[in-house]
């Protein structure tokens, strides 16, 4: 299968296989105007299996997103066809409005304007808890 070198862009890679959907839609790629190819399953001399999502633009990427959803992923700028800067991600401290309180008693439930703030707890175990109620996020 080929899939084109991107000559402006970014490159997202080393998503860990199967996660690339989840980045696609939780960074709404979809609203994009521009040609955006997922790639997956794609082999890996480092990870086995491994996800890549290539943006044919230089859009802003949530930083944050990507480090919750997959550490060990890179973000790669390229322009004029060449690799001119690659950002490694990590688990974000707080998290804005990625993920939501569950807790029916959180504030975040009637006051719907306040936005969804997370905080890392648990590094070790990727443990994030709501910092109004203190619930812990259903995903680790």
């Keep these: ?18 996660k690339g959907m989840e980045i696609f839609r939780l960074l709404g790629l979809d609203a994009l105007d521009c040609q955006v190819a997922i790639i997956k399953n794609a082999a ?10 290539k943006i044919a633009a230089n859009i802003p990427v ?10 060990g992923v890179t973000v790669d ?4 066809g060449a690799l001119v ?13 990625v993920i939501f309180c569950r807790n029916p008693r959180c ?3 009637t006051e719907q304007e306040l936005p969804h703030i997370f905080r890392l707890t648990k590094r070790e175990t990727r443990e994030y808890r709501c910092i109004y109620c203190e619930t812990k996020s259903g995903k680790a």
Excluded: C, F, W
Excluded at 44 to 53: A, C, E, F, L, V
Excluded at 63 to 68: A, E, K, Q, V
Excluded at 77 to 80: Q, R, T
């Design 1 to 18: 299968m080929n899939i084109d070198s991107i000559q402006d862009g970014i490159v997202i890679d080393h998503i860990e296989a199967g």
């Design 44 to 53: 890996s001399r480092k990870m086995g299996k491994k996800d890549m999502i």
């Design 62 to 71: 949530n930083t944050d997103i990507l480090g919750y959803v997959d550490p």
């Design 77 to 80: 700028v390229i322009h004029n």
């Design 85 to 97: 800067e690659k950002k490694k991600m990590e688990l974000p401290e707080k998290l804005t409005n």
């Design 107 to 109: 504030i975040t439930t």
